[in-house]
C-alpha cells in the first residue's frame, strides 16, 4: 500500500490530539468529584452552595499541569468536552432586540398621533409576520400618512448632520436599518460581557445572522429568574471621575496586604479540602483577622511601602492598580468585606475594568479603578442618556478614534466635568464595569468630544457601541425560552449513552458473526471513528448533546457501509477467482468512488442543517458532518493499514472476509425488479395519498417549534392520567391545552398556545402560574421547586420551553429553505459526478418521494394512535433521510456508471438490474446495521428523540426500497425515453 507511512503518522497525530482535548474532561470530572466529596457531609447530605464555593475558589488556580503547561480550573472547562444543555440540564434563551424603541427614540419620541399609530400598527403585524419591523412601519407610515416624507418626523436636532428635511425615505430607512444593526450589536456585546461574569461554565453566545436575535445557552444554571433579569435589564451607561493610587494609596494598597495575609490564612482550608478531615477557617475571619493585622503594619508617612507585592503593580506612574486575572475572585472577596469598605473614604467605590491587558508573556492583568461617588447612590455625574450619537473615527494621527456628540444639557454637564478634571481620567462605565477611562487634556465646551487611545478599529468600534448605548434605548426582550431541570438532563445522558452502548455493541456481534477477521477490523476502524469524534469535539470546543448522541449511534450505523462496501467488493473479486492480494486491491479501488461520493452527499446534508438549522439541529449537524469525515478516514485509510499489515505473506496470509456461512450468501442473486417498477409506482403513490388524506382531515401534530407556545415537563411520584388532567387545563385555559405522556407514565408534557403572542415577564408568569394552579386542582397535589426531593402528595416542573409565533414562523421558514437548499445541491452534485441529467431528476424525485412517505407514515401512525411530534428535531431527521438515501441511491448509481463504461446501453433494463442485484448484499447489510441502531435508538433513546427515531426508522426502510424501486427504475425510464428519441431522430434522417 502507497502512503502507508503518511496515513499512520496522521492516525498517531489525531489521536494524540484527541487524548490531548478529551484530558482536560477527565481531569474537569475529577475536581468535580473533589467537590462533591467537600460538600458532602457525614449524612451524606450535598451542600451546592459549598460545591459552588470550592468550585469557585479554584477557577483561576493552576490545576492541570500538561509537559509543564499550567492550566486553571477556568481553562480546563473552556477545553472540556462538555455536556449540552438537554444532558446536564440549563437554560437556553433566544432574545431580540426590540426596534420599536430604537425607531421612536430616533424620532425623539414625538406626540405625532399618525407617527404612533404606525409604530403601533407595525409592532401587531411583527407579531405574526416574517417581514423586518422597520419595513412593517414604513409600510404602516405609508398608509397612515400618504402625502408625508420620513424627514417630518426624523429631522430633529438631535440628528442633524444624518438627517435634515431634504432626506429621502429611502436614506432615512437606511440610517434606521443601521441603528437597529448598531443596536443589535451593541446588545450582543453588553450581553456577553454580562453573561462572562455571571459564573456559569461554557457559556454559548451567538447572533443569528439575518435577524435582530441573540441566542443564548447557559448549562447549569438553576435561578432561572436571575437570569431573565440579567438579560432583560436595560444598560446602564455613566461618566464618573476616576481617583488616582497616590491620593487614596494606604487603603487601595491594603488590598494587596490582605491578600498576602489572607492567602496564608487559608492555607489550613486547602489542607482541608484534600482531607475533608477538619473545619475550615471561615472566610469572614480570615479576612477580618488579616486585614487587622495588615492595618496595623502599613506605615501612614508611606502607604505604599508594601508595594514589592507581585500582586501588585502600577499601571503607569500614579494611575491605578492591576492584579492578576487569577486572582481577581479573591480579590473582590476582600473589597466587598464590610472591615474593608468601612476604611475606605466615603466618596469612593472600586469598580474593575471590562477586558484584561495581555502581556507579551501571555499573563492578564486586570485594573481596579476608585471612582469618586457618594457611598450607596448610583447617580453619576453624567448619565449616558445625554449621549445623542457615537461613531468610530480616525483622531489627527490617522489612528483609531471614537467621536461623541451629547445633547444641549449633557453639553453643559460635560464642559463642567472636563474643566474640574483637566490632566485627570474619566471614566466611561457600563454595567459597573469600565470600559475605558480617557485622560481630560482640556476643557470641552461643547457636546462633541473624541476619545482616542491605542484601539484597534474594532474596539473604537465596540467604544462607540457601548457609548450608543445611553442614546437609544434599545431593550431586549425573551422570545424563545427552554429550560431543562437537573434530572431530565441525567435522564437525557443515561438513555443517550445506553442507546449508544447498545447499538455499538449489536453490530460489533454481527460484523464479526458475518466478516470474520474483517468483522474485526471493520470494528477497529469503528472504534477510532467514535473516538475521533469525541476528541474532535472537545477540540472545537463544542458541546455533546443529546441530538450529538443520536448523530454518534446514526454514524454506529452509517460508517460501517464503507467496509461493507469494500468487503463485498473483495468478495466478489474472490468469487471471480482473483488472488487474495488482487482481491484486496481491487475491493479498495473500486468501491472509492462510491464510499466518496455517498460520504460528500451525506456531509452536504449536514453543512445545510448546521448552515440553515437552529438550537438542536447544529449540535446533530455537527457531529454528523465530524462522524462523516472520520469515518471516511478511519474505513477507507486505517483499516488499508490494518490489513496491509495482516496480509504481510501475500496470497497465503490468514487474513478472510467471511465466515463460512456468509461466503456466499446474498451472491448470484438475478432479481427482475425493473419488471415490477409500474406496481411500486402505483404503491407508493397510494401509500403517499393516504397519509397525506388523513393528514388534510385530522392534521399533523407540529410542536411547539412550529405553532408557538409554552410547553411544561411535570413529574408526579406515580402515573396521572393524561386525559383526566387535559380536561381539567381545558377548563383553566379555555381549551388550548395538550397533556401527553412523556417518557413514563409519571411524567407529563403540558403545551399550550395561551397568550402565544405575548412575550413579557407577566405573560410567562400568568401561564406557568395557571399551568401550576390547573395541575393543583385536578389532581389535589402541591407544586415543589426541587424535583431532587420530590415526595408524594408533591408535583415539579423538571424543563420548559417557550417559542414565540415569529419565531416559530421563522423555525418553518428555515426548515422549508434547509430542504430545498438540500435537493437542489444534490441535484447538481449528482449532475457533476454522473454527468447525466436522469440520474440527477430520478434522485430527486425519489428523495421527494421519501420526504412524503415519512410525513404521510406520521400521519398513519397518528391514526392508529401513536403521535409524533413535527419540530426542529423532525426536520433534521428527514434531512437524515435524505442523506441516507441518496447514500444509497448513490452506491446504485456508482455500479450502473460502471455496467454502462463496459456494456454500453444496448440493452439497458438488463444493465440496470445487474447493477440492482451486485449491490443488492451492500444494501441489505448496510440497511440492517443502520435499523438496528435506529431502533436501539427508537427503544431506549427517551421521549425527546421518540419522533427523530420513528421519522429514521420510516426513512432507512424508505429509502433502500426507493433506491431499487423509485430512484433507478426513473432512470431507466427516462433514459430509455431519450434513446428512443435519438433513434427516431436517426431513422428520420435515413428516410429524408
Known sequence: ???????????????????????????????????????????????????????????????????????????????????????????????????????????????????????????????????????????????????????????????RGRISLESSDSEILEIIDNEVENAIERSFNILRTRIDRFGTSQPNIQRIQGSGRI????????????????????????????????????????????????????????????????????????????????????????????????????????????????????????????????????????????????????SETLELYAIKAERGTDEAPLEGDVVTDARQTLDQTSRPAVSMQMNAEGARKWRKLTSENIGRRIAVVLDDYVYTAPVVNGEIPTGQSEISGNFTLQEAQDLANILKSGSLPAPTQIVEESIIGPTLGKEALN???????????????????????????????????????????????????????????LTIGMSIDANVLIFERIKEELRNGSGLMVAINAGYNKA???????NVTTFLTGAILYALGQGPVKGFAIVLMIGIASSFFSAVFITRVIVSWMSKKGDNSSISFATPFAKNALSALNFDFLSKRKVAYLISTGIIVLGLGIAAVNGLKFGVDFTGGRSY??????????????????????GSVEVKTYGSNNVLKVTTSYLVNEDDAESNAEVESKVKEGIASVTGLSFTEDA??????????????????????????????????????IFLYILLRFRKWQFSLASIIA??????????????????????????????????????SIN?????????????????????????????????????????????????????????????????????????????????PIVVDLMKRELDHEKAEKDTKKVA
Request: a negative charge.
Open 847 to 884: 428523495l421527494v418521494h421519501d420526504t412524503l412517505f415519512v410525513i404521510a407514515a406520521f400521519a398513519i401512525a397518528s391514526a392508529f394512535g401513536a403521535t409524533f411530534e413535527i419540530d426542529q428535531v423532525f426536520i433534521a431527521a428527514v434531512l437524515t433521510v435524505i442523506g441516507y
Open 888 to 968: 444509497d441511491t448513490v452506491i446504485v448509481f456508482d455500479r450502473i456508471r460502471e455496467n454502462i463504461e463496459t456494456r454500453g446501453t444496448n440493452k439497458l433494463v438488463k444493465v440496470f438490474n445487474d447493477a440492482i442485484n451486485l449491490t443488492l448484499g451492500r444494501t441489505l447489510i448496510t440497511s440492517f446495521t443502520t435499523l438496528i441502531v435506529v431502533i436501539v435508538l427508537l427503544v431506549f433513546g427517551g421521549e425527546v428523540l421518540r419522533g427523530f427515531s420513528f421519522a429514521l426508522f420510516i426513512g432507512v426502510l424508505v429509502g433502500t426500497y426507493s433506491s431499487i424501486y423509485i430512484a433507478t
Open 495 to 553: 438513555q443517550g449513552l445506553l442507546s449508544m452502548v447498545a447499538g455499538l455493541t449489536i453490530v460489533v456481534l454481527f460484523m464479526v458473526a458475518y466478516y470474520a477477521k474483517g468483522g474485526f477490523i471493520a470494528i477497529a476502524a469503528l472504534v477510532f471513528n467514535v473516538f475521533f469524534i469525541l476528541g474532535i469535539l472537545a477540540q472545537l470546543g463544542a458541546a455533546l448533546t443529546l441530538p450529538g448522541i443520536a448523530g454518534i449511534v
Open 713 to 734: 415537563i411535570v413529574e408526579f411520584t406515580e402515573a396521572i392520567p393524561a386525559a383526566e388532567l387535559k380536561t381539567g387545563l381545558d377548563s383553566e385555559f379555555g
Open 1 to 159: 500500500m502507497q502512503n502507508k507511512g503518511v496515513i499512520v503518522f496522521l492516525t498517531v497525530i489525531i489521536t494524540a490530539l484527541c487524548l490531548y482535548y478529551l484530558s482536560f474532561t477527565f481531569v474537569s470530572n475529577n475536581i468535580q468529584e473533589k467537590a462533591q466529596v467537600y460538600a458532602t457531609d457525614a449524612s451524606g447530605n450535598v451542600d451546592f452552595s459549598q460545591r459552588q464555593s470550592y468550585l469557585d475558589s479554584i477557577w483561576r488556580e493552576p490545576v492541570y499541569n500538561f509537559l509543564g503547561a499550567d492550566f486553571t480550573y477556568q481553562e480546563v472547562k473552556e477545553t472540556e468536552l462538555g455536556l449540552g444543555l438537554d444532558l446536564q440540564g440549563g437554560m437556553h434563551v433566544t432574545l431580540e432586540v426590540s426596534p420599536v424603541e430604537i425607531v421612536k427614540g430616533l424620532a425623539g419620541n414625538p406626540k405625532d398621533a399618525a407617527f404612533n399609530t404606525s409604530v403601533d400598527e407595525a409592532r401587531e403585524e411583527a407579531k405574526t409576520s416574517t417581514e423586518k419591523y422597520v419595513d412593517l412601519f414604513y409600510a404602516a407610515w405609508q398608509r397612515n400618512n400618504p402625502d408625508k416624507n420620513l424627514s417630518s418626523i426624523f429631522a430633529t436636532a438631535a440628528n
Open 215 to 362: 441566542q443564548i445557552e447557559l448549562p447549569g444554571v438553576d435561578n432561572q429568574e436571575r437570569v431573565r433579569n440579567l438579560l432583560q435589564g436595560v444598560a446602564k451607561l455613566q461618566f464618573w471621575e476616576v481617583v488616582e493610587v497616590n491620593e487614596i494609596g494606604g487603603s487601595l494598597e491594603t488590598i494587596n496586604s490582605a491578600w498576602v495575609a489572607a492567602n496564608k490564612a487559608t492555607t489550613s482550608t486547602e489542607t482541608a479540602t484534600d482531607s475533608v478531615a477538619t473545619e475550615p477557617l471561615s472566610e469572614e475571619d480570615s479576612l477580618k483577622s488579616a486585614l487587622e493585622e495588615q492595618l496595623a503594619e502599613i506605615d501612614p508617612a508611606n502607604p505604599n511601602s508594601n508595594s514589592t507585592s507581585p500582586l501588585f503593580s502600577l499601571l503607569k506612574p500614579n494611575y491605578g492598580l492591576a492584579y492578576d486575572l487569577r486572582d481577581t475572585m479573591e480579590i473582590n472577596k476582600i473589597i466587598k468585606n464590610e472591615d474593608y469598605v468601612s476604611m475606605l473614604p466615603r466618596d469612593i467605590k472600586l469598580l474593575w475594568g471590562v477586558k484584561p491587558f495581555v502581556a507579551e508573556d501571555g
Open 592 to 598: 472509492f468512488s462510491a464510499i466518496l461520493d455517498s
Open 788 to 825: 431532587t426531593t420530590l415526595a408524594d402528595g408533591q408535583f415539579a416542573i423538571t424543563g420548559s420551553s417557550k417559542v414565540g409565533a415569529t419565531v416559530a414562523d421563522d423555525i418553518k421558514a428555515s426548515s422549508a429553505e434547509a430542504m430545498i437548499v438540500a435537493l437542489v445541491v
